[in-house]
């Protein structure tokens, strides 16, 4: 007896009249694989450094999250604290082990801070993305350590700390900086990109934020644009 | 098959769907929200056409190479610690994720969104084996307590109003107290948050869907408004990925091109809240995620479909947007479909995996009016399909006897141009004449299928062949 997936693959080459063999197919993949040729890129999203922060702050804002800048990474402490003040939450803010995180000035602010994955007891969350699209204001954030996939979920009030540099036009961009980074063909074992707060319209069509992930997604957006 | 299927009583099943006045009510939230919003996200976007041709020409391509696509992805994945199961059939895959589940021990199984699940009829195996699998997508939840399948490929609980929802909450919910206030959508979904909440936390295995498979990564991914698929498959030590053979695409590039059109095309959002990719399980390091990552991937007859009369359908995204613009899914709503997919593409599809001996009647079920194909975001002709249907249906003998005399006794005339038109002239110079002074008849022998609905307007004299022929002469 053949095994399901010696059957399904024959099964495909005979649908399709090939043998799998064929050189010209095999190149054709190996190729695609290989350049992983970019197709259509909305021109929306190919601005200079300041535009691309500039629409990425539109799209997000129109997908219902809110967005701040502020000049310097010691600034971003504050910034959550005013967040959280303004909005009547806890001081408490749960955050993984990024270490440009770390380096703020957490301190300086009335925050009680612990760290690690998130069990669900947690109010807010702090993050560090590894980028933002302007395209459509949404953020690429990667598993690991550092920005546990849990912190981006469970927590009622998501903040996330995207660094200027990192507004990036498309999501093209993004994967050729995962590329330089972990090598081709080689993502992290989750990259979460997240547009707006969760919601659901699955009741009569009506869109309610805060289904099951963040009910508000707040971005700091820290420094210049290069 | 695992499923119920009530797709051969479609006929009975619409004309209950029409007589139905809650699902009639609810039918008439969707019938333009969603048209609406696409149009918007289309005109928004100056690239949106040449990003559906981009759409289209991506899976082409990926179904014209599928067999090596499908051994480069698996290679990826057992690279990064998972594994692909390959399944023929339903009951394969059932056994598959049933032997996960028990190697585990697992007790509860929260699930995300998934078709294939509703094609495997996974809960029902899982419940008859002891283990509790919960739907955590509200509306797959909702539909979930009152033991219905989706009425819709995105939002399944379309075909419902609130007071439905408040009262089944109540029946469920016991351990709530019986005085809270359920009467608004947003009561309904904190309460739903609260209870699922507890049950993300509880359950051994995740199991979600996957809008699309990266060869080039070996990651699949899911894309989510609520965030309840990624609670489901973090949580958890094992995540199981349901998916069929055609969601497979090259390389990130490509699943970028098909982003662009998916979300636009099902909800009008330029991308969904959560676009998640997904490669293999726990990483060294990572303090959370799932110990162990499974693919399913399912064939249930599409690798008999590649390449073939119906081939195109493969390309299908899942997007909706084609039942979301049919009038005749406006009508009945999903439900009397009677099978898992309903609208336009699940009466094209639906006849390729159940049979076209018991779905025959979808295909029928279509004005022709080519809506659906006018938004398909990868340009499948879903008319065309359909017409391929109806064809085979007559070919195999599948029709009724009074649709084939009629069809012969038309065909006799059709072949005889001249009789054809002398008959015809006849006949539209007599029902003119008789309708004349009314100028609709309420009633006519051998169509009172079509007038107990609508009147017949009268012929208002010559016929229109006998009318080009004489505007043809004046030109």
Known sequence: MTSAREDILANI??????????????????????????????????????????MFKQQAERAQASVTEVAHP??????????LRDHNLPATIRIGADARLGAMPWAQTALEVSSGRSNGNDPNA??????????????????????????????????????????????????????DDLGKGTLPRTVNLITGPSRSADIEQTLLLGAHGPRTLHIIIVGEPA | ???????????????????????????????????????????????????????????KHTLQHLDLYLEAYEKKVIEAGGRVHFCRTPAEANAAVLSICKARGARTVTKGKSMISEEMGLNDVLLAEGINPIETDLGEYIIQLRGEIPSHIIAPAVHLNKEQVEADFRRVHTHLPRDRVLTEPTQLLTEARAVLRERFLAADVGIT????????????????????????????????????????????????????????????QDMSVYTTLST?????????????????????????????????????????????????????????????????????????????????????????????????????????LMRHWREREFARHLTPAAFRSGLRLWAFFAKRPRLYRFATRIG???LGLIGKRRGRFKSLPLAGGWTNFRDMPAPQGPTFQARWAKEKRVR
């Open chain 2, 209 to 268: 869907g996957a809008n699309f498979l990266i060869a080039e990564t070996g990651t699949s991914i899911i894309v989510t408004n609520e965030g309840n698929g990624d609670l489901t498959q973090t949580l958890p030590k094992v995540h199981i990925v349901l998916a069929s053979l055609e969601k497979l695409v090259p390389t990130l590039e490509d699943v970028s091109q098909l982003l662009r059109v998916l979300a636009r095309s099902a909800t009008g």
């Open chain 2, 428 to 430: 539209m110079a007599g």
């Open chain 1, 13 to 54: 080459r005979r649908s399709l009249g090939v043998t799998g063999s064929e050189a010209p197919r095999r190149s054709n993949v190996a190729t695609r694989l290989q350049n992983a040729p970019a197709g259509i890129i909305p021109v929306r999203g190919q601005l200079d450094a300041r535009g691309r922060v500039a």
């Open chain 2, 1 to 59: 098959m695992t499923v119920h299927t009530t797709s051969p009583q479609f006929k009975q099943n619409a004309h209950e769907a029409i007589h139905d006045a809650p699902l009639q009510k609810a039918l008439n939230n969707m019938r333009t929200g969603f048209i609406e919003r696409r149009a918007l996200a289309a005109a928004e976007l100056p690239e949106f056409e040449a990003l559906r041709d981009s759409a289209r020409d991506i899976k």
């Open chain 2, 280 to 384: 293999g399980p726990r990483r060294p390091g990572d303090v959370d995620g799932p110990e162990e990552y499974h693919v399913i991937l399912l064939d249930n007859g599409r690798s008999a479909m590649v390449g073939g009369e119906f081939g195109d359908m493969l390309r299908c995204i899942r997007c909706g947007a084609c039942m979301n613009h049919c009038p005749v899914y406006h009508a009945v709503g999903g439900h009397a479909y009677g099978w898992v997919y309903p609208g336009p593409m699940g009466a094209v599809l639906t006849p390729s995996l159940i049979g076209v001996d018991k779905a025959g009647h979808l295909p029928n079920a279509s004005t022709f009016c080519g809506r659906c194909e006018a938004v398909c975001p990868v340009r499948i002709p879903l008319p065309k």
């Open chain 1, 74 to 83: 010691e600034d971003v402490p504050g910034e959550v604290a005013r967040f």
């Open chain 1, 126 to 179: 702090v993050s560090h993305a590894f980028g933002g699209v302007a395209e459509s204001g949404t953020l690429a954030m990667l598993s690991g350590p550092d920005n546990p996939t849990t912190l981006n979920f469970l927590p009622d009030n998501h903040i996330v700390v995207l660094s200027a540099a990192d507004v990036v036009g498309d999501y093209e961009t993004i994967w050729k900086r995962l590329r």
